[in-house]
């Protein structure tokens, strides 16, 4: 997940996946018909990334619609890059022979850089597409849609002020005491308030060149492991234990993620789009590598990982709450069921203050989980078709 939190351009990604055979309410433009300005379809897989030939490459500031198929063997990633350099629109962990529909409302000129990646990092390839005209004047404005906005950067900041404060605990425990059972407690402490928050945190991370929490598959092809998931190692892996390392990876981290909580200025915008679209990412990055166990590979606490993330999501769409409920008053209840139905679901697996080790999560009970994160994803795909129009 690698997203944005002050955006020059707006994202949207639906909650439509479907096979390449097509799918109902989301199939990919039709290649034989001449698509409209701005509508791409994208071939993606190792090496390749390639919008549909017959597309305008050159379209105006606006909406763009970009259909991601796989083609490859892998899942594949695929990202929205402005001229500035910040990524603008992603979509991760596409699985082979399927599409997923991605719509970014470009408001800045220039050459945008679409990038499509496998996980295992090999075999990453790009285009681009040129935007052309003005930005759009920013004097008219929705004030409920402001207060969404401005709610929701403050939560963001709260988060990041209470992962900073764990941080600085866990940093002074390993420099001071050397306390693994302590260390233990904040690192965990840190990491519910940085899951609630995460699709806002990557993005300015990727611009200050920092990485708080790299997916399982960069050690898997060998590269470094750093920052949260490197402390994972050290305070559980094999051998577990603390040294200079450890100290050092946890200093790292706190600056991390204090240079990102900085760079939320109080002049900063977020729109109702991105809102909208990091409460979709929050669950599609469960239903991803959440729901398989590959994200917390020695804690094995994915169930206090799903807890942080259904927070965030459902603290994001009640913010947008107002905008639903006026253009969509059945949409609000039914997203409200959806959460309370996993949070009921995760509140059999409850162990003292957290949760039982995901080891612990039959394969059956794993499909429930994943059906009803499908159930959601799905829905929220109609909160960003909502707040966008």
Same mark, same amino acid.
């Given at each position: 997940m690698q997203r944005r939190v002050i955006p020059l351009t707006v994202t949207i990604l639906t909650g439509v996946v479907c096979s390449t055979t097509g799918c109902s309410g989301g199939d990919a433009?039709?290649?034989?018909a001449a698509p409209s300005p701005g509508v791409f379809t994208v071939a993606a897989g190792a090496g390749d990334c390639r919008i549909n030939a017959d597309a305008a490459r050159t379209v105006p500031v606006g909406l763009l619609t970009f259909t991601v198929r796989n083609d490859g063997d892998e899942p594949v990633g695929f990202t929205v890059t402005a001229p500035g350099g910040a990524v603008v629109g992603e979509v991760v962990g596409i699985p082979p022979d399927r599409s997923r529909t991605l719509l970014v409302r470009a408001t800045e000129p220039g050459e945008h850089v679409l990038g499509c990646a496998p996980d295992s990092g090999a075999g990453a390839a790009s285009d681009t597409v040129t935007v052309t005209g003005s930005a759009p004047d920013d004097g008219d404005t929705d004030p409920v849609a402001d207060e969404a906005s401005a709610n929701y950067r403050s939560y963001v900041s709260e988060q990041l002020d209470e992962t900073t404060v764990a941080l600085t605990g866990l940093r002074d425990v390993l420099d001071d005491g050397r306390d693994l059972g302590e260390a $233990?407690?904040?690192y965990l402490a840190a990491r519910v308030p940085y899951m609630r928050v995460a699709p806002a945190v990557i993005p300015d991370a990727g611009r200050f060149g920092v990485s708080p929490a790299p997916r399982r598959s960069d050690i898997e092809s060998g590269e470094s492991w750093d920052r949260m998931h490197a402390l994972e190692k050290d305070l559980w892996g094999?051998?577990?234990g603390i040294s200079d390392d450890t100290l050092t990876t946890a200093t790292r981290l706190l600056d991390d993620v204090v240079a990102v909580r900085r760079a939320l200025g109080p002049g900063d915008h977020v729109t109702v789009e991105t809102v909208a679209d990091h409460a979709q990412d929050l669950v599609d990055h469960l239903s991803d590598a959440g729901i398989h166990g590959e994200i917390d590979v020695y804690t094995r606490t994915e169930l206090s990982d799903f807890r942080s993330s259904l927070e965030g999501s459902q603290a994001a769409?009640?913010?947008l709450?107002?905008?639903? $409920?006026?253009r969509e008053p059945d949409l609000m209840p039914a997203l409200d069921g959806d959460y309370a139905?996993?949070?009921?679901?995760?509140a059999g697996y409850r162990e003292g203050d957290g949760f039982v080790s995901y080891d612990e999560v039959p394969v059956p009970q794993r499909r429930k989980l994943s059906d009803m994160l499908d159930v959601l994803v799905a829905r929220?795909?109609?909160?960003?078709?909502v707040v966008a129009r």
């Open positions: 433009p039709d290649r034989a $233990r407690r904040l094999p051998g577990a769409v009640g913010f709450g107002p905008i639903i $409920r006026a139905a996993l949070r009921e679901q995760l929220l795909g109609s909160v960003q078709e």
